[in-house]
Nanobody, 123 residues
Framework: VQLVESGGGLVQPGGSLRLSCEVSGILFNFHVMGWYRQRPGEERELVAAISRRATGIDYAEFAKGRFTISRDNTKNTAYLQINTLEPSDTANYFC?????????????????WGQGTRVTVSS
C-alpha cells in the first residue's frame, strides 16, 4: 500500500496550493480519505476528511472556509486545496486512508499513511 503526497512547497502569504495524494495497493473507493497536518512543535491534527463517494465531508474548525478536500475515484487520488495561505499553515501535510463502512461516513480508523509533504508559508 502506498500513499504518495505531492504539491507542497514554499509559498508566500495569501497564495494557494493544491496538495495531491495518490493511492495504490488498496481499493481506493472503499476508503475514507483524510488530510492531517503537523505544525512545528505540535501534535498531528485532522484537517479534513471525505467519504468514499465524496457525499460526506468534514472539516476541522480552523479549516472551514480556506481548505477544500476532494477526491477523484477514477484516479485513486485525493486532494487538498488551500487558499489564502497564512504563516500558521506551515506544516507537514499527510494524507491517510481508512475503510469506510458506508458511502457517506467520514468516520474511520486510519490504517494507511503517506510520508507527508512540506508546506512553508513565508515571505
Amino acid at each position: 500500500v502506498q500513499l504518495v503526497e505531492s504539491g507542497g512547497g514554499l509559498v508566500q502569504p495569501g497564495g494557494s496550493l493544491r496538495l495531491s495524494c495518490e493511492v495504490s495497493g488498496i481499493l481506493f473507493n472503499f476508503h475514507v480519505m483524510g488530510w492531517y497536518r503537523q505544525r512545528p512543535g505540535e501534535e498531528r491534527e485532522l484537517v479534513a476528511a471525505i467519504s468514499r463517494r465524496a457525499t460526506g465531508i468534514d472539516y476541522a474548525e480552523f479549516a472551514k472556509g480556506r481548505f477544500t478536500i476532494s477526491r477523484d475515484n477514477t484516479k485513486n487520488t485525493a486532494y487538498l486545496q488551500i487558499n489564502t495561505l497564512e504563516p500558521s499553515d506551515t506544516a507537514n501535510y499527510f494524507c491517510a486512508a481508512g475503510y469506510g463502512s458506508t458511502y457517506e461516513t467520514t468516520r474511520t480508523d486510519y490504517m494507511y499513511w503517506g510520508q507527508g509533504t512540506r508546506v512553508t508559508v513565508s515571505s
